[in-house]
């Protein structure tokens, strides 16, 4: 195991190098403007990195559930319709189509689907019925596009990611070796990639769009195998991804009531406000990234010691709070 782990680190290591190389010839680079903080092009190539560690996971690690190669394989055409959007800026429509095409395959050929959202006191458990395919379906999607969301500052999303693959690693009981294996397959990538990004000693590389739905695609998808496969509440995992779906759903409620159009490229996001705050990308991703865990240990300790409906709350309220802390303060 620790020979194939290796082989797994050095073949992600020599994938980032080649394709940061190759970038300047493909021209998958990320130029400088006034929205965006580097001063020179940047290769857009961390997903591709990632994603040829991935496809070599598939082949070093023994996954006995051919569910997690599934997982791994088809992420390539999600990665393939990021590439097109650096490359070709595609419209949302058409980034929608690569996703929802390997989320269409991984749920007819493994019946990849949340059946219902969680049992809850007093409520009963909230069972989806004949929704379940579309609810998984737009789910997924919509949860990859709150990933990108995220992406815009140096080392965040990554950080967010392995925070929240972290959290849900911690809140599942029943771990088993297929489990293991799939955690070590999209860690050890986005650790590496991340030093790219964020150590001086190696060529500055970015995630790109193919990078910020890859790992949003991947946390999607082990969130439903976390409550599906693994049997964590709906609502634990919800906590452990909380700054995510909370700053995408801020930003398009703010965006609508405001008569801005969603799609539209802007410095509100967390980040940014982070960043604005702080002037300092590590300060900024420090206070992201301790929020993060703050309410997801707030979240799961009142599920812990009290019961998923008063977590729900919560999550409610703590979500109405996080739109009051953005909406009145520089922060």
Known sequence: MLENISFIIVGSLFAFFVFNKLSYNLNLLDYPNSRKLHKKPTPLVGGIGICVALILCIFLLDFKN????????????VVIGGIFDDLKNFNAKNKILFQAFAISILILKNDFVVSDIGFYPKIGLLELGSLSYIFTLLCIILFINACNYLDGLDGTLSLVFLTSISLLYLNTSNINADLNYFYISITIPVVIFLCFNLMSVFPKIFLGDSGSQLLGYLLACLMVLTYKNYEVHPIVIAWCVNLIIYD??????????????????????????????????????????LLHIFLASIGILIFEYGNSLLSLAAYIL?????????LNSKF
Do not use: E, M, Q
């Open 66 to 77: 051919y569910i997690f190669n599934d997982i791994l394989s088809l992420s390539i055409i």
């Open 248 to 289: 995408f759903l801020y930003i398009n409620f703010y965006r609508i009531k405001n008569k801005i159009n969603i799609l539209s490229p802007s410095k509100d996001h967390l980040h940014h406000s982070c960043y604005n705050y702080t002037k300092s990308i590590f300060k900024s991703n420090v206070i992201i990234v």
């Open 318 to 326: 703590f979500f109405l709070g996080y739109c009051s802390l953005r």
